[in-house]
């Protein structure tokens, strides 16, 4: 069956970085577009970055724009969330998600937690 | 930056109908998707393409998209139907995926 799993995830002081790992398996990963979606504790989703099936495009949210970067692998199957400059705002449970090929994310991992604090 | 507007709240008694609205400009040109997420857990696709129920979903969820408006639809809610949801769409350009604000359903 389709599983993400992420990792990477830590407690981190402003101003540095941290790359995130979600690895894919249970489907043809590079057919499909990856996002990363994150949610602050005790808030709502907000959407991070999409990278294209082949990593032709990549687009990002207006918080993260300039210091995170979107990457992926084909190979191994797995995307990546290089983030820089680090915020306490950027504190937050981090998802991979898939775009299913009707539209929507279908599918879900468990999360990585970032936690930015000095 | 293009927003998504979501009531933070709506309560039902069980058996009965909840309605969740999310309203955008863009929705006339944008599909809509919906989610549900229980605490602790990820969320899950509900609908999409504005009116859609993926395989596995309930009949219970329906939903609709009418001009700037698209609701949500869940008849003859249940308990487990307690949860945070959430619309997701795009900008007019598609290329900033969106959210609502979350939504709290309590039955």
């Known amino acids: 069956q389709v599983q993400l799993v992420e990792s990477g995830g830590g407690v981190v002081l402003p101003g540095t970085s941290l790359r995130l790992s979600c690895v894919a398996s249970g489907f043809s990963f590079s057919d499909y577009g990856m996002h990363w979606v994150r949610q602050g504790p005790g808030k709502g989703l907000e959407w991070v970055a999409v990278?294209?099936?082949?990593?032709?495009?990549?687009y990002y949210g207006d918080s993260v724009k300039g210091r995170f970067i979107i990457s992926r692998d084909n190979s191994k199957k797995t995307v990546y969330l290089q983030m820089t400059n680090l915020r306490a705002d950027d504190t937050a449970l981090y998802y991979c998600a898939r775009v299913w090929q009707r539209g929507g994310f279908d599918s879900w991992g468990q999360g990585t937690l970032v936690t930015v604090s000095s | 930056s293009y927003e998504l507007t979501q009531p933070p709240s709506v309560s039902v008694s069980p058996g009965q109908t909840a309605r969740i609205t999310c309203s955008g400009d863009a929705l006339p040109d944008q599909y809509v998707f919906w989610y549900q997420q229980r605490p602790g857990q990820a969320p899950v696709l509900v609908i999409y393409k504005d009116t859609e129920r993926p395989p596995g979903i309930p009949e219970r969820f329906s939903a609709s998209s009418i001009g700037t408006m698209a609701t949500l639809t869940i008849s003859g809610v249940q308990a487990e139907d307690e949860a945070d949801y959430y619309c997701h769409s795009a900008d007019s350009t598609g290329t900033s995926v969106v959210f609502g604000g979350r939504t709290k359903l309590t039955v």
């Open positions: 990278i294209f099936y082949d990593g032709s495009k990549t």
